[in-house]
């Protein structure tokens, strides 16, 4: 059961916060938007999170939950839904004896809380304005990383691709048909037809069009 959240930090506050802590507010920023791995963003947050507001529990359920849904960027691509409407301003907010810090945040077009929790020592105010300079970062940062997973991904799966596959699909994306894809491969109309429905299933390519589209992407990440 959550501890209500009963009060919000003040302006004076958020102007606690000078150059020694917002130079570890950036690196947070940028470690979490430079991951070699973006696929690790959760992980990595959470260990930023650690550096910068020590805590004896984190509360990253909703964090997770949100990083695995993928509904809403697949049913809105064009970017029409917005998340629901917050409970509370934008903001860090503290319980009562200042025990549990927690910050809303926005990603992937989701709403969703972090929690932090202290058993004996309370948030001070200058790590509430901490989390008051590091929270409209994370948003960003989370959106970033599962383009950038979308994109690995993409690459991966053609990567995972035989040489022959790669043959008939980068002829695909130029719009080739089966007959022409057969006669400049030497091989049967039929056998290249069986080719694009082993490439559509291993990118997960709703047609040929879409799988035409993830090489293009593919090509755009190994090139680009």
């Not at 590091?134 to 948003?139: D, E, N």
């Not at 959106?143 to 995972?160: K, Y």
Request: charged letters at 30%.
């Amino acid at each position: 059961m959550r501890t209500t959240i009963d009060r919000q930090p003040t302006e004076p506050d958020a102007a606690r916060v000078g150059p020694a802590d917002l130079r570890p507010v950036l690196a947070a920023v940028l470690a979490m938007h430079r991951l070699e791995d973006p696929r690790r963003f959760p992980e990595v947050l959470l260990d930023e999170l650690d550096r910068l507001l020590p805590a004896d529990l984190a509360d990253d359920g909703e964090l997770r939950a949100a990083w695995a849904d993928r509904s809403a960027r697949d049913h809105d691509p064009a970017g029409n839904l917005r998340p629901p409407a917050p409970a509370w301003p934008l903001g860090p907010r503290l319980s009562a004896g200042g025990h549990r810090l927690e910050m809303l945040v926005t990603g992937g077009r989701r709403l969703f809380a972090l929690a932090l929790e202290r058993y004996t020592e309370p948030f001070g105010s200058r790590e509430v304005a901490v989390a008051a300079a590091l929270q409209p970062q994370i948003g960003p940062a989370f959106d970033h990383a599962r383009l950038r997973t979308t994109e690995w991904e993409v690459a991966e799966a053609i990567r995972s691709l035989t040489c022959r596959e790669q043959e008939v699909l980068a002829l695909v994306a130029e719009g080739r048909t089966n007959r022409d894809i057969g006669l400049a491969l030497f091989i049967e109309p039929r056998t290249v037809e069986k080719h694009v429905e082993h490439i559509r299933t291993k990118l997960g390519a709703r047609s040929r069009a879409d799988a035409a589209a993830k090489w293009a992407r593919g090509m755009a990440l190994q090139f680009g």
